[in-house]
């Protein structure tokens, strides 16, 4: 019910014009990731004990961060993408790496795979837009 109000206030503040809930358009970028933590909920990412990935499900606008070391091999595959959800992956400096994954984009079941350029933080951006619509990626670290 929570969800069902709150994505029906989102939906009717965006065709108003006025903005209280953070959404991300799945066609939408940000500039630097940095600048948004704040004000989107964030996860840290952990693997579990012997494991180099995970699946991340949702439908909520979050930035996840991931600490990955420099030369290290970063693949993210979208598994599933719902029509107005997307996914980005952005640098240690808070600059877009991938290009936007979103589900009207064809974003389904693509991947890319960086190796990482320094140690520090990277972010992945999971936008479920205003209607919560639900993405699922895993994320590898080699």
């Known amino acids: 019910m929570k ?3 709150i994505g029906g206030v989102s939906a009717l503040l965006m065709v ?7 959404t991300i358009p799945a066609s939408a970028q940000l500039a630097n990731v940095k600048h948004h933590l704040n004000s989107l909920p964030t996860t840290r990412v952990a693997f579990v004990r012997g494991t180099n990935s995970k699946n991340i499900t949702g439908a909520d606008n ?3 961060i991931l600490r990955a070391r420099k030369g290290q091999n970063l693949t993210l595959k979208i598994n599933s ?14 600059k877009a790496i991938s290009p ?3 589900g009207l984009g064809g974003g389904e079941g693509k991947s890319l795979t960086v190796k990482l350029p320094v140690t520090g933080d990277y972010y992945i951006v999971g936008g ?4 919560f619509h ?5 994320v590898t670290i080699k």
């Open 128 to 131: 479920g837009g205003p209607s």
């Open 134 to 138: 639900l993405y699922d990626f895993t």
């Open 81 to 94: 993408l719902g029509a107005r959800a997307s996914v980005t992956l952005y640098g240690n400096n808070g």
């Open 16 to 22: 108003t014009g006025g903005i209280l809930v953070p």
């Open 3 to 5: 969800r069902f109000f």
């Open 100 to 102: 936007v994954f979103s």
């Open 62 to 64: 979050r930035i996840y």
